[in-house]
C-alpha cells in the first residue's frame, strides 16, 4: 500500500500480468471464466462514514464472497495497525480471518478495494493456483481480482495529487487499468463509468492502449507497416536458412518461426496469451484452443 510515498508506473510486471490472465483461461476454464462477465457495482459494495463499521465492511465482505462464487466461506474480519493495506489467514475454511489496516476505519469508500484483494486470496487458495514467490503471487491475486470483475475498485483507489498519494495492490495504476481493459475488450464492458478517482481514469485509458497493442502484433492483420515490415523480414530468413527465429533460447517476442519446412508461426493469442501456431501460408483464420478466441492472420 503507497499511503503518501511514491507511487511506481508503467509495466514492469507486464510479463507476470499476461501469464497470470493464461493461468486463469487454464485453472478455470473458458465457461468458468464467462460466467464473471458482470463486474461488482458500486451500489454494492458503497460504504459511507454514516453506516455501522462492522455491520458495514461484513456487508462489503459478503457482496465480494458472492461475486467471485464462495457461498460457504465466512469472512471474519478485524481491524490493527499495520504496514500493509490488509491481511488474510489461508487455512481450511469455511472461516477465513481478515485484517484490514487501522486507516480503512476513517477511509471507508477503499474498503470494498481491500477486501475485494483479500478475498480473491481465498479464491485462488481453493483453487489451488499460485505463482512461486510472493512477488508473483501477489501479482497473479491482483490480476486475478481485476479480471474476474471486482478489481476495477483497486484501481479507483487509486489517488495521487502534489501533496499525497494513495495505492492499493501490487499493479501499477497503468497495469490495473491494462487488465481492466483487457476483460472490457473480452466482455464489453466499460468500468471507467464506475471511476470516481481521475487518476484511475487517465490510467485505465493508458491500460486501453497498451491492450490495443496486443492485438495490432504481426502476423495478426491489424499489424501496422514497421511490425509487418519486420515480420516478413524474419519469416525471409526462417525460409532461406531452415534455421529457429529467434534462436533457441531467446526471448521469442510477438512470434517465432520453428525453421522446419513447411514453416510454421507462433504468436500469443491477443486476449489470453496462450501462443498460437500455424502454417505460414498468407491469410489464414486461427482459434485459440484455450479462450476461442478468433483471430485474423496474415502469415
Known amino acids: 500500500m503507497a499511503d503518501g510515498g511514491p ?16 493461468a486463469l483461461y487454464r485453472r478455470l476454464s473458458y465457461h468458468t471464466v464467462n460466467s464473471f462477465e458482470t463486474s461488482v457495482v458500486p451500489a454494492d459494495v458503497a460504504f459511507c462514514d454514516q453506516d455501522d463499521l462492522h455491520l458495514g465492511v461484513q456487508r462489503v465482505a459478503r457482496e465480494i464472497v458472492q461475486h467471485y462464487r464462495l457461498p460457504d466461506a465466512r469472512m471474519v474480519i478485524s481491524f490493527r495497525e499495520m504496514e500493509h493495506a490488509a491481511n488474510v489467514e489461508l487455512a481450511a475454511g469455511p472461516e477465513y480471518f481478515i485484517e484490514l489496516n487501522d486507516r ?7 474498503i470494498g478495494a481491500a477486501l475485494a484483494h483479500e478475498v480473491m486470496h481465498v479464491y485462488l487458495h481453493r483453487l489451488d493456483l499460485s505463482f512461486p514467490g510472493t512477488r508473483d503471487n501477489e501479482i497473479l491475486t491482483d490480476t486475478a481480482a481485476a479480471y474476474l470483475g471486482a478489481g476495477w475498485l483497486l484501481l479507483d483507489a487509486y489517488r495521487e495529487d502534489a501533496a499525497s498519494s494513495q495505492k492499493l495492490g501490487y499493479l501499477t495504476p497503468e497495469e490495473f487499468g491494462y487488465v481492466l481493459a483487457k476483460r472490457a475488450l473480452v466482455f464489453g464492458e466499460d468500468p471507467s463509468v464506475w471511476f470516481t478517482s481521475p487518476q484511475a481514469y487517465t490510467a485505465y485509458t493508458k491500460g486501453m492502449a497498451q491492450a490495443r497493442r496486443d492485438e495490432q502484433q504481426p502476423p495478426l492483420t491489424a499489424a501496422g ?7 516478413a523480414k524474419d519469416r525471409r530468413f526462417a525460409q532461406d536458412h531452415q534455421v529457429p527465429v529467434p534462436p533457441p533460447g531467446l526471448d521469442p517476442g510477438p512470434y517465432s518461426f520453428d525453421g522446419r519446412t513447411p514453416l510454421r508461426v507462433s504468436f500469443p493469442c491477443p486476449t489470453c496469451h496462450q501462443r498460437i501456431r500455424v502454417p505460414v501460408r498468407g491469410r489464414v483464420r486461427a482459434r485459440c484452443a484455450l479462450c476461442r478466441t478468433v483471430v485474423e492472420c496474415d502469415t
Not at 507497416?225 to 515480420?231: F, H, L, M, P, Q
Request: aromatic share 14%; proline share 3%; glycine share 6%.
Open 104 to 110: 480503512f476505519r476513517n477511509h471507508r469508500r477503499d
Open 225 to 231: 507497416w514497421a511490425g509487418r515490415r519486420r515480420y
Open 7 to 22: 507511487v511506481e508506473h508503467g509495466y514492469p510486471h507486464l510479463d507476470t500480468v499476461r501469464s497470470a490472465i493464461t
